[in-house]
Protein backbone atom coordinates (compact mmCIF):
# COMPACT_ATOMS: atom_id res chain seq x y z
CA UNK A 1 0.00 0.00 0.00
CA UNK A 2 2.88 1.98 0.62
CA UNK A 3 4.58 1.78 -1.90
CA UNK A 4 1.83 2.04 -4.26
CA UNK A 5 1.31 5.65 -2.20
CA UNK A 6 4.59 6.88 -3.27
CA UNK A 7 4.51 5.62 -6.91
CA UNK A 8 0.65 7.48 -7.19
CA UNK A 9 2.45 10.76 -6.37
CA UNK A 10 5.68 10.54 -7.95
CA UNK A 11 3.61 9.94 -11.26
CA UNK A 12 1.57 13.09 -9.72
CA UNK A 13 4.40 14.99 -9.60
CA UNK A 14 5.67 14.04 -13.02
CA UNK A 15 2.38 15.10 -14.55
CA UNK A 16 2.36 18.65 -13.39
CA UNK A 17 3.30 21.31 -15.70
CA UNK A 18 7.19 22.36 -15.34
CA UNK A 19 8.22 25.49 -15.85
CA UNK A 20 10.35 26.86 -18.34
CA UNK A 21 12.17 29.67 -19.66
CA UNK A 22 10.21 32.22 -20.96
CA UNK A 23 11.31 34.39 -24.47
CA UNK A 24 10.88 37.81 -25.21
CA UNK A 25 10.81 38.49 -28.91
CA UNK A 26 9.40 41.06 -31.52
CA UNK A 27 9.03 41.21 -35.06
CA UNK A 28 10.76 44.47 -36.35
CA UNK A 29 11.83 46.17 -39.43
CA UNK A 30 15.60 47.09 -38.94
CA UNK A 31 17.16 49.94 -41.02
CA UNK A 32 20.88 51.03 -40.50
CA UNK A 33 22.01 54.98 -39.66
CA UNK A 34 25.47 56.55 -39.19
CA UNK A 35 26.63 59.65 -37.26
CA UNK A 36 27.14 62.72 -39.65
CA UNK A 37 29.72 65.02 -38.34
CA UNK A 38 28.67 67.50 -36.36
CA UNK A 39 25.22 66.68 -35.86
CA UNK A 40 23.03 67.04 -32.43
CA UNK A 41 23.58 65.51 -29.96
CA UNK A 42 27.40 64.89 -31.37
CA UNK A 43 27.83 61.13 -31.68
CA UNK A 44 25.81 60.51 -28.08
CA UNK A 45 23.33 57.44 -27.61
CA UNK A 46 20.14 58.19 -25.16
CA UNK A 47 21.92 55.98 -22.71
CA UNK A 48 24.86 59.10 -22.58
CA UNK A 49 27.62 56.46 -24.54
CA UNK A 50 29.37 57.03 -27.95
CA UNK A 51 28.01 55.27 -30.54
CA UNK A 52 29.88 52.50 -32.12
CA UNK A 53 29.35 49.61 -34.17
CA UNK A 54 27.47 46.59 -32.27
CA UNK A 55 24.93 49.67 -31.07
CA UNK A 56 21.37 49.23 -31.38
CA UNK A 57 18.15 52.01 -31.37
CA UNK A 58 15.36 50.61 -30.75
CA UNK A 59 11.53 52.16 -30.38
CA UNK A 60 10.11 52.57 -27.36
CA UNK A 61 7.47 50.24 -27.73
CA UNK A 62 9.35 47.16 -28.48
CA UNK A 63 11.66 48.48 -25.43
CA UNK A 64 8.81 48.65 -23.44
CA UNK A 65 7.08 44.88 -24.49
CA UNK A 66 10.82 43.18 -24.28
CA UNK A 67 11.26 45.19 -20.98
CA UNK A 68 14.99 46.71 -21.97
CA UNK A 69 16.95 48.09 -20.09
CA UNK A 70 20.60 50.37 -21.87
CA UNK A 71 23.39 47.67 -21.67
CA UNK A 72 20.72 44.88 -22.70
CA UNK A 73 22.15 42.49 -25.16
CA UNK A 74 19.77 41.47 -27.94
CA UNK A 75 19.84 39.17 -31.31
CA UNK A 76 18.49 40.18 -34.24
CA UNK A 77 18.47 37.05 -36.53
CA UNK A 78 19.98 36.76 -39.15
CA UNK A 79 22.53 40.10 -38.32
CA UNK A 80 23.93 38.93 -35.43
CA UNK A 81 23.90 40.35 -31.57
CA UNK A 82 23.50 43.96 -30.60
CA UNK A 83 23.53 46.68 -27.53
CA UNK A 84 20.88 48.28 -26.60
CA UNK A 85 22.18 52.18 -25.86
CA UNK A 86 20.08 54.45 -28.15
CA UNK A 87 16.32 54.98 -28.40
CA UNK A 88 14.00 55.98 -30.99
CA UNK A 89 12.03 59.19 -31.56
CA UNK A 90 8.17 58.25 -30.23
CA UNK A 91 6.67 58.22 -33.32
CA UNK A 92 8.64 55.33 -34.99
CA UNK A 93 6.60 51.84 -33.85
CA UNK A 94 8.29 48.19 -33.90
CA UNK A 95 11.88 49.09 -35.46
CA UNK A 96 15.23 48.90 -34.39
CA UNK A 97 18.21 50.96 -36.33
CA UNK A 98 21.39 49.45 -36.31
CA UNK A 99 24.78 51.90 -36.22
CA UNK A 100 27.47 51.63 -38.72
CA UNK A 101 30.23 54.00 -39.05
CA UNK A 102 30.13 54.32 -42.97
CA UNK A 103 27.10 55.99 -44.41
CA UNK A 104 27.78 54.32 -47.45
CA UNK A 105 27.31 51.20 -45.55
CA UNK A 106 24.16 52.74 -44.10
CA UNK A 107 22.78 53.54 -46.81
CA UNK A 108 23.20 49.44 -48.52
CA UNK A 109 22.05 48.04 -46.11
CA UNK A 110 18.36 49.10 -46.87
CA UNK A 111 15.42 48.34 -45.07
CA UNK A 112 15.14 44.42 -43.71
CA UNK A 113 11.23 44.01 -42.43
CA UNK A 114 10.10 41.21 -40.48
CA UNK A 115 12.93 40.52 -38.60
CA UNK A 116 12.94 38.63 -35.09
CA UNK A 117 14.25 40.68 -32.28
CA UNK A 118 15.11 38.52 -28.86
CA UNK A 119 16.16 39.58 -25.91
CA UNK A 120 19.09 37.88 -24.48
CA UNK A 121 19.31 36.81 -20.54
Known sequence: MKTLMITCLLGLGLALPQTT??????????????????????????????????????????????????????????????????????RWKQKADVFMHSDYKARSFGVRRYVVLVKLV
Do not use: C, W
Request: charged share 20%; aromatic share 8%; net charge negative.
Open 21 to 90: MGVNMSIVSVTAYSYSGGAPPYNLTASGKRVQEGMLALSRDVERDLQLSFGDRVLLHGLGVFEFQDRMAS
